[in-house]
């Protein structure tokens, strides 16, 4: 029913600052509980960030606490994912999905649509 597409990925070097974007399309965005996951080469997807549909409430992984941060504009049909510090070890393919619910999961399984994803790489 939404159709998700992500942008902002590149190459940064560590330290650096990046912000995703994910702009959402053909559904009500803000019945969406959204998120952010990520893909480094080689493992599993797993969690970074989330942020309830009324927006009051985040969560996030350990490994990004304090880094960075999620965001949602309602009006704009978009969530961000402000990425801080970054550390070679967020090298990844960042992900954003959403899932028809007032609450949050960290499973991938929870979440109904995805984006296809944009390349975050971080250098040393």
């Known amino acids: 029913q939404v159709q998700l597409v992500e942008s902002g990925g590149g190459l940064v070097q560590a330290g650096g600052s990046l912000r995703l974007s994910c702009a959402a399309s053909g559904g009500t965005f803000s019945g969406y509980s959204m998120a952010w996951f990520r893909q480094p080469p080689g493992k599993e997807r797993e969690f970074v960030a989330g942020i309830r549909r009324s927006g009051a409430a985040t969560d996030y992984a350990e490994s990004v606490q304090g880094r960075f941060t999620i965001d ?26 959403a899932r028809m619910s007032a609450f949050l999961g960290s499973a991938p399984s929870l979440y109904n649509h995805w984006g296809q994803g944009t390349q975050v790489t971080v250098s040393s």
């Open 72 to 97: 949602r504009d309602n009006a704009k049909n978009t969530v961000y994912l402000h990425l801080n510090n970054l550390k070679p070890g967020d090298t990844a393919v960042y992900y954003c999905a």
